[in-house]
């Protein structure tokens, strides 16, 4: 512990030497530190990027190559997931029955997604688009799906803009 010695000071009966504990507050400056660290540090390993696509949106790069000018859309709908291109594919993935629940078919999805991306080799990119009132966990699942099929550039648009 520090103290603080005023020897020879003070009128009265009382010592006015006192003792400052500052175990205590080395102990809680340590616990900040270590709660800053462990927030701050690794907030990033979980993060998934993904940008807002915005259909008609004007680019400001070159026109790219022309297989590139076809958008690949993964819509996720209250009735299942559909894989859509702007040049006029469609596969629809319809939700399964379990137990007396529809579910989305995820194992049917990563096996489209997988065939897309052999199809579509040189494309990293998808484009994500929900309809309204899809639970956000269903959303994440189809993007970590097409995460891992090889689609590593993620955008979101409305599911509204592509129906």
Excluded: H
């Amino acid at each position: 512990m520090a103290s603080i010695d005023a020897a020879g000071r003070g009128s009265g009966k009382k010592p006015v030497n006192q003792e400052i504990p500052l175990i205590p507050f080395i102990d809680l400056l340590l616990c900040c530190v270590m709660f800053l660290l462990a927030t701050a540090v690794w907030n990033q390993l979980a993060a998934m990027n993904a940008n807002q696509q915005v259909p008609g949106q004007a680019s400001t790069e070159d026109a790219p190559p022309e297989d590139e000018k076809v958008r690949l859309i993964l819509q996720v709908r209250n009735s299942g997931y559909v894989l859509g291109s702007s040049v006029g594919e469609s596969i629809d993935i319809k939700k399964r029955v379990v137990t007396d629940q529809r579910e989305f078919d995820v194992d049917e999805l990563k096996t489209k997604l997988a065939q897309w991306k052999q199809a579509w080799d040189t494309r990293e990119d998808l484009i994500v688009a929900p309809e309204d009132g899809v639970r956000y966990e269903d959303v994440i699942v189809a993007m970590d799906v097409a995460s891992a099929a090889g689609f590593t550039t993620l955008s979101m648009a409305d599911g509204a803009a592509f129906l």
